[in-house]
């Protein structure tokens, strides 16, 4: 079949094209909204702007086809292949993308709200710059991926791949990167309100100054990371292991840190009021001019910290452990 019997069978009313071959085809500007072209071969075909929305693509051979302006609105293409497809300015509303292989493909200034791209392979794929607000990516394979500037608010990561993912100014405010590895991520700077990171792997990652307002960080491993002037007020860090963490000035007002691993950190002014630090490992941190009004260190380990100039009025000391510890008057408790 060749494109002219496409377009014929498809105006006479015809939709159903399963396996059609059409490798290199031109289709540029066709109207074929609502098309089967599942298991189709449309290697290298030319498909600028043409009408593909509701359509059914599953499996398709799609690799290196040029889809610049297409309309792709709510298009099914389960298991296809469009290795360095050309997606340029597509649209791809609530397009199903789970499973595609689209290694190389470029996606600039292409519309990707509500998309599923679950267990998609996007490794190396340029979406600088792209919308991809409450986007399903969940154990997408991102790796080495351009997302510079990328808005990723709401978006599913959970499971995804991110090594060597490119990730200046990307937002990522409610966003679900539950369980990743981030092990040595820049992050410094960025919008992560609200972000859930429960479980993830953070070691010598950079967070400094970015703002984690109301964050979920339950049982993560943050050890040496760089939270330095971060905004984590009524953030959830509780069982987490920030031990060596750099945690001066960062704003941790009413967090819940219990239970946490804050040994060896430092936490020079920073400020902990109303914050829930009991039963949490404080040993050998340094708590320097930090502000402790109202926060609770019921049952915590403080052996060999410093409290140096900290304000501790009005917190709640009860069954913590003093040994070795620098008081805010210079005092040494036995």
């Not at 990307?170 to 539950?178: D, E, P």
């Not at 990171?197 to 967070?207: C, D, Q, R």
């Not at 109303?274 to 040993?283: T, V």
């Amino acid at each position: 079949m060749n494109e002219y019997e496409l377009i014929k069978r498809y105006t006479a009313g015809e939709r159903d094209f399963k396996g059609a071959n059409l490798a290199e085809a031109n289709l540029i500007g066709a109207t074929l909204a609502s098309v089967n072209l599942s298991g189709a071969n449309l290697t290298e075909a030319s498909l600028a702007r043409t009408d593909l929305s509701r359509s059914s693509l599953l499996e398709t051979k799609l690799n290196g086809a040029f889809l610049y302006g297409a309309d792709m609105s709510f298009i099914k293409l389960k298991g296809s292949n469009l290795i360095e497809a050309d997606l340029t300015k597509a649209d791809l509303r609530g397009a199903q993308l789970a499973n595609v292989d689209l290694t190389g493909a470029k996606l600039s200034g292409a519309i990707l709200s509500w998309v599923s791209l679950y267990r998609a392979n996007l490794a190396g794929v340029n979406l600088c710059g792209a919308n991809l607000n409450s986007i399903n990516l969940r154990s997408a394979n991102l790796a080495g991926a351009n997302l510079n500037w990328a808005n990723l608010s709401g978006a599913r990561l959970s499971g995804a791949s991110l090594k060597g993912a490119q990730l200046n100014g990307v937002k990522l405010s409610r966003a679900f990167l539950n369980g990743l590895n981030l092990e040595g991520v820049n992050f410094s700077g960025l919008e992560m309100s609200e972000v859930k990171l429960n479980g993830a792997k953070l070691s010598g990652m950079n967070v400094a100054g970015a703002d984690l307002t109301g964050a979920q960080l339950r049982l993560v491993s943050f050890e040496n990371g760089n939270l330095k002037q971060a905004d984590l007020h009524q953030s959830i860090l509780k069982g987490g292991h920030f031990n060596g963490a750099n945690l001066m000035k960062t704003d941790l007002r009413e967090a819940d840190l219990r239970n946490a691993d804050l040994s060896g950190a430092n936490l020079n002014l920073a400020n902990l009021a109303g914050a829930d630090l009991s039963g949490a490992n404080l040993q050998g941190a340094y708590l320097w001019g930090a502000e402790l009004d109202g926060a609770n260190f019921e049952g915590a380990d403080l052996r060999g910290a410093s409290l140096r100039d900290a304000a501790i009025t009005g917190a709640n000391w009860r069954n913590a452990i003093f040994d070795g510890v620098l008081m805010p008057d210079g005092r040494l408790c036995a």
